[in-house]
């Protein structure tokens, strides 16, 4: 296997959790070697970085390496790894869910014409996120908020729980709804459904039917919207950012959200208006949010968000698990035996609706 490498990797993230393991350098090395149409791999050790959507600058090596090369695997996709890699590549991967920073000119070009498959990581985050999902609707839903105010002043408390007015109650006499109806989505619903909830789901397509498999109501559109507002005691955004999202919870729209609801966030802060949210949290209108996203990250230190009583935040750690590498090498794995056979690649992404 001399000359150029046909498979240029960069995804040895400068945070431990998400650098690429030995063992699957080790696979990947091995599905290369044994696969003919396949000419060769470099894999690089100069740190990456893949916070946010990835697309920092690529290391000196990396660019190099891409002289010739078919594909490549990073965290994002910048402008200059489609420069290096020229003509000859066909495909890129990142590590990432999301894919607006990849989205540039140069990249909705090769997309256009066709010369160019760019497929991301979705999907492959989601059992953490809707664990952690549901760990945080249960925070709420359990009162598990006034349990560690009453540990961290050393007070043993149970008037919020007594109260008549308590807004602890159980998960599974609750409506929970989802705005973003997709990968994610669809694993909150299943932890959310097993509890006993009732699940609306918003898709951006109309469904072929009320109801799926799951047994989640299906909604779509404005209306669908409508309808997830005003019946939702929580409501989790699960939605890639997109124009269409970007700023899909206004103030207006918290305002129509039940009296004492929960909103839990870890798509994207932009979607949500977060001055509007912190009023809501403020007035009491929203009995709480759990929060892994926000409009700036990180959280700036003045932020009224660290102070409200009913919040749980965490910083943008939600996908965070061991188990990430083992979904991502056996999806990179599958989709190299799907370029090197002409099948269609798993999770490509449509530049039309940004995921």
């Not at 006034?146 to 149970?158: N, T, Y």
């Not at 909830?197 to 989640?216: F, I, K, N, Q, T």
């Not at 966030?265 to 007035?283: H, K, T």
Request: one cysteine or more.
């Amino acid at each position: 296997m001399g000359g150029a490498p046909d498979v240029v990797v960069n995804l040895q993230d400068r945070r431990p959790i998400w650098a690429f393991p030995g063992w699957a350098a080790d696979e990947l090395r091995a599905a290369v070697a044994a696969n003919p149409e396949l000419g060769g791999l470099h894999i690089s050790d100069s740190p990456a970085d893949g916070s946010g959507d990835g697309v920092g600058g690529p290391p000196p090596d990396v660019l190099e390496a891409l002289a010739g090369a078919r594909i490549y695997m990073g965290y994002g996709i910048p402008p200059a790894i489609l420069a290096a890699g020229g003509d000859t590549l066909r495909w890129v991967h990142t590590g990432t869910a999301g894919v607006g920073g990849s989205l540039h000119p140069a990249m909705l070009e090769r997309l256009r014409r066709g010369t160019l498959d760019f497929t991301n990581s979705a999907g492959i985050h989601a059992p953490p996120i809707a664990e952690t999902v549901l760990a945080m609707l249960l925070y709420f839903f359990r009162g598990l908020d006034f349990a560690v105010r009453g540990g961290d002043a050393a007070r043993w408390d149970p008037a919020p729980y007594l109260a008549a007015d308590t807004p602890v109650t159980e998960l599974a006499s609750a409506t929970v709804g989802i705005l973003g109806y997709g990968g994610i989505g669809r694993e909150v619903a299943r932890r959310v459904r097993a509890v006993g909830a009732e699940v609306l789901g918003l898709r951006r397509s109309a469904p072929d039917r009320s109801h799926d498999e799951l047994g989640v109501r299906l909604l779509h559109g404005a209306a669908g919207l409508e309808t997830l507002l005003a019946e939702s005691d929580a409501l989790v955004v699960c939605a890639p950012e997109t124009d269409e999202t970007r700023g899909i919870l206004s103030g207006e729209r918290l305002a129509r959200m039940p009296g004492g609801s929960v909103l839990i966030n870890v798509a994207r802060g932009s979607l949500i208006d977060e001055p509007a949210l912190i009023e809501a949290l403020r007035s009491g209108h929203m009995r709480g949010a759990g929060l892994d996203v926000f409009a700036t990250e990180p959280l700036p230190d003045d932020s009224p968000l660290w102070s409200l009583k009913n919040t749980l935040l965490t910083p943008h750690v939600s996908g965070v698990s061991r188990a990430f590498w083992r979904r991502e090498v056996d999806l990179i794995l599958d989709n190299l035996e799907r370029f090197s056979s002409g099948a269609p690649l798993r999770n490509r992404v449509d530049p039309r609706v940004g995921y």
